[in-house]
């Protein structure tokens, strides 16, 4: 029987509730291989290191983990650790939504990105709240997901999940979506060091500007799963076509 091989990591670290749960629950229905960082590395979007070289370590649970960035994992599990090619890549289930711009700045996305360059389909799984709560539920929601297998997509695609947390009886339903758009960051945050040097905590993201609807923002608000299918081409089409009149 045809066994799904996944390759899962994430941006929280190879410790976290998240990778453990998702984890758990899809090594029921396939043959799973972890990677993930060995530390938090939220907020580290698609950076790989290049200034020193990157060791694998092996858990007793068997999980790899790296010195390195969720881009960094999933590169080395796909060109070092991993025999075959995986079938599927998942990442998280993160601890916090990954919405609007958030897609930009997000380790999780990007564990994703990095398969889905590497031509394979590609999932990110985030939950809205970061408390950890119903955990179960959205592992459980993330198993469905991976199951359905998307045929009428084109091959590979790279989704963007995020999860209310609520109980599994409580999710309204799974819906296609589009990215909304935050504001401006809110203010950094300065304090002092002992020394009276001033130091800098960046703030949280911006609340929802655009939270219309058909958004993740509007869809996760209303107790419905989001998933949003991302491309990474981010050239503006419109503003080529302007830039020919301004450049002739
Ligand atoms: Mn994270």
Same mark, same amino acid.
């Given at each position: ?6 390759l ?5 670290? @190879?410790?976290?509730?998240g990778?453990?749960? %998702? ?6 229905v396939?043959?799973?291989?972890v990677? *993930? ?9 698609? *950076?790989?290191? %290049?200034?020193?070289p ?11 983990f ?5 881009t ?23 601890q916090g ?7 930009? @700045? ?74 909304g758009?935050?504001h401006t960051?809110? *203010?950094?945050?300065?304090?002092q ?6 130091? @800098?905590w ?23 799963v ?5 491309q ?8 080529m076509?302007?830039?020919? *009149?301004d450049?002739?």
């Amino acid at each position: 029987m045809f066994r799904m091989k996944i390759l899962i990591s994430n941006d929280d670290g @190879y410790l976290a509730p998240g990778i453990v749960a %998702l984890a758990e629950a899809l090594s029921a229905v396939a043959e799973i291989t972890v990677v *993930a960082p060995d530390s938090n590395r939220s907020g580290a979007s698609n *950076a790989l290191t %290049l200034d020193r070289p990157l060791s694998v370590y092996r858990a007793d649970n068997g999980f790899y983990f790296v010195n390195g960035t969720p881009t960094d994992c999933v590169h080395i599990a796909l060109t070092a650790i991993m025999k075959d090619k995986p079938d599927l890549i998942v990442s998280g289930i993160n601890q916090g939504q990954n919405m609007g711009d958030d897609t930009l @700045y997000s380790g999780t996305v990007a564990a994703a990105t990095e398969g889905y360059l590497f031509g394979i389909p590609s999932i990110a799984f985030s939950q809205v709240d970061k408390a950890w709560t119903c955990l179960d539920s959205a592992a459980r929601i993330a198993r469905e997901i991976i199951l359905r297998g998307f045929p009428s997509l084109d091959q590979p695609f790279l989704l963007n999940v995020n999860i209310p947390n609520i109980p599994y009886e409580k999710i309204k339903g799974i819906h296609s979506t589009r990215l909304g758009k935050r504001h401006t960051s809110e *203010a950094v945050i300065r304090a002092q060091d002992p020394h009276g040097r001033d130091i @800098y905590w960046i703030g949280p993201p911006g609340a929802a500007k655009d939270a219309g609807e058909g958004t993740d923002f509007y869809t996760t608000s209303r107790d419905y799963v989001s998933v949003t299918p991302l491309q990474v081409d981010l050239t503006n089409a419109r503003q080529m076509q302007q830039l020919i *009149a301004d450049l002739s």
